[in-house]
Each structure stands twice: as structure tokens, then as C-alpha cells.
């Protein structure tokens, strides 16, 4: 469970992040090409990646996340201009519904009456964190806003079912894999950010390059955290999926509520009890298992 707090602490940073660079006005693309650059130089200092049986790497896999990775971040940052930044964090976290599908439909993992009540606990937990009252923007958001939402719920539990293929990928090192992932959204990254300077819509800027920096960091935890945890879990992926998401969720209310004195509602906080209860139910399924089979 600790490799599961650490990506939660590492994926709420990512967040709040992008929302201090939107604040201060950051080239939020290349903040995010260069977080794949210090992202590289980490896994390769700290793993030493070894480059053998690579014929065997799933390569199709590497390209998609290499591709989705940075697109979705793109993706993400868009969504926080055109619908808002609670918009999209519920996006994000209702991604988790593809990824606890996979595990019982792809994954093989065993269904049972513990899982269900907690995986039913997630979806009514998230709902009750939905700030349902807001504002009305001053401006009419395009019609498209909603499409930003959906491509950013589907692309986040792709990204987390690929990342578990990678998890259990055994004859590749995943540190290996992890590098190669990097490698690719950097390279492709970078082409992008190319473009625009050449073009000049945009220009190199070492504050920009430097909060990229720090956000790789984070960025680099947030994914590493979340295959050490897909390993140590191998049996139990909805666990790992729904506690990663409600985890998020909850801390991020706690850091919203402190640091940017955001506003819980009563329906809020009945959410956020409700997540601890899931996550409680989720990671000693077995447990409750057995209580509900002794008492039925």
C-alpha cells in the first residue's frame, strides 16, 4: 500500500502543478515536453535499464503510451481552460471504470461480493464529489468543451490498462520499458515544440524548462509508484486502480481545501467519507469476503 500513497502524493503534485502554471501564466507544452526529459535522466540514474531481449519488448505498447502520454497531457491542460479545473479532475477520476472492467474482463481477476460493495462505494463516492453547484462562466464554453471531457475519461484508463500490460511484461525489465516509454513522449514532445518555435508561436524559455523539470520529477514518481504497486498486487488490479483514483481524490480535496481555500459542500465531505470507506473495503476485500460469506 505504500508504493499506492507514494503515486497518489506524486499524482496530486502533477495537479497542482498544472494548476499554480496556469495561474502563472507557463507554457504549459513545454513544461510538459521537458518533464519527459528530466523523466528519462531519473529512471536512467536511479534503474540503470538493461537493454536485452528487446525483440521481445511490446513495442506497440511503448508507441501508444509514448503518444498518449503527452497528448493527454496536452489534452488535460486544454480542458482546464475551456471547462475549468473541476470539470476535469472528475474526468480523470472517472477514467477509473475502464481500468476496474479490465481487471475482471482482460486481467482474470476473481470477482466477489466484498469487491462489488467497494467498487459501488467508488462510483457513489465520486458522484458525491461532484461540485454540482457553480458559478455561471461569463462566457458560453464552445460546444465542443464536452468532447475534451470525454477523449480525457477514455485516454486516462487506457493509459492505466496499458501500464498494468506493462506491469506483468516479464521478459522486459519494466525499468527498461519505463525508459523507452519516456524516450518516446519526449521525442515526440519535442518534435511538437519544435514546430512551434520554428514557426514562431512559441520560444524556448528556461522558466518554462525548469518547471518542466520539476514536474517530470513528479510526473516519473506518479508512473513508477503505479507499476511497483501493479506488481506487489499482480492478484488484485481493481484494488490498485479504485484506491489510486480515490486516493487522489481525497487528497486533492484536502490540499484544495487547505492551500487554494476551496469551498466543500456538505454532499463533498459525505463523498469524501465514503471514498475512505471504499478504499477500506477495496484493500481488505478478502476480509470482508469472508465476513459476508460467514454471515450468508
Same mark, same amino acid.
Given at each position: ?32 515536453? !521537458? ?8 529512471? !536512467? ?89 457553480? $458559478?455561471?462562466?461569463? $462566457? ?65 524559455? !528556461? ?5 518542466? !523539470? ?51 459542500? $456538505? ?30
Amino acid at each position: 500500500m505504500i508504493y499506492i500513497f507514494l503515486s497518489i502524493c506524486c499524482c496530486v503534485t502533477v495537479s497542482v502543478l498544472l494548476k499554480l502554471a496556469k495561474r502563472y501564466q507557463v507554457d504549459v507544452y513545454q513544461a510538459i515536453t !521537458w518533464n519527459y526529459s528530466v523523466a528519462i535522466l531519473l529512471t !536512467w540514474i536511479f534503474f540503470k535499464p538493461h537493454f536485452i531481449h528487446l525483440q521481445d519488448a511490446p513495442i506497440v505498447t511503448y508507441l501508444s503510451l509514448g503518444i498518449l502520454l503527452p497528448l493527454l497531457f496536452v489534452i488535460i491542460a486544454g480542458s482546464v481552460r475551456i471547462t475549468g479545473i473541476v470539470r476535469t479532475d472528475v474526468a480523470q477520476r472517472l477514467s477509473l471504470f475502464i481500468p476496474v472492467l479490465a481487471a475482471f474482463l482482460v486481467f482474470g481477476e476473481t470477482l466477489n461480493g466484498a469487491k462489488i460493495v467497494g467498487i459501488c462505494i467508488v462510483f457513489i463516492s465520486i458522484v458525491c464529489l461532484i461540485p454540482w453547484k457553480q $458559478r455561471r462562466a461569463v $462566457r458560453r464554453k464552445p460546444a465542443h468543451a464536452w468532447f475534451y471531457l470525454l477523449v480525457i475519461l477514455v485516454g486516462m484508463g487506457v493509459i492505466d490498462v496499458l501500464l498494468k500490460v506493462i506491469a506483468r511484461f516479464s521478459q522486459v525489465p519494466f525499468t527498461t520499458s519505463l525508459f523507452f516509454i519516456f524516450l518516446l513522449a519526449f521525442i515526440i514532445s519535442l518534435i511538437g515544440l519544435t514546430y512551434l518555435v520554428v514557426t514562431k508561436k512559441t520560444r524556448f524559455s !528556461w522558466p518554462h524548462i525548469v518547471i518542466g !523539470w520539476i514536474l517530470g520529477i513528479a510526473n516519473f514518481g506518479n508512473i513508477f509508484f503505479n507499476i511497483k504497486a501493479h506488481q506487489a498486487l499482480a492478484n488484485n488490479p481493481s484494488t490498485v486502480f479504485s484506491t489510486m483514483n480515490i486516493g487522489v481524490i481525497v487528497l486533492g480535496s484536502l490540499v484544495g481545501l487547505v492551500i487554494f481555500k476551496e469551498k466543500l459542500s $456538505r454532499l463533498n465531505l459525505i463523498g469524501i467519507v465514503l471514498a475512505i470507506v471504499a478504499i477500506v473495503v477495496l484493500s481488505y476485500s478478502g476480509f470482508f469476503e469472508n465476513i459476508i460469506t460467514s454471515v450468508f
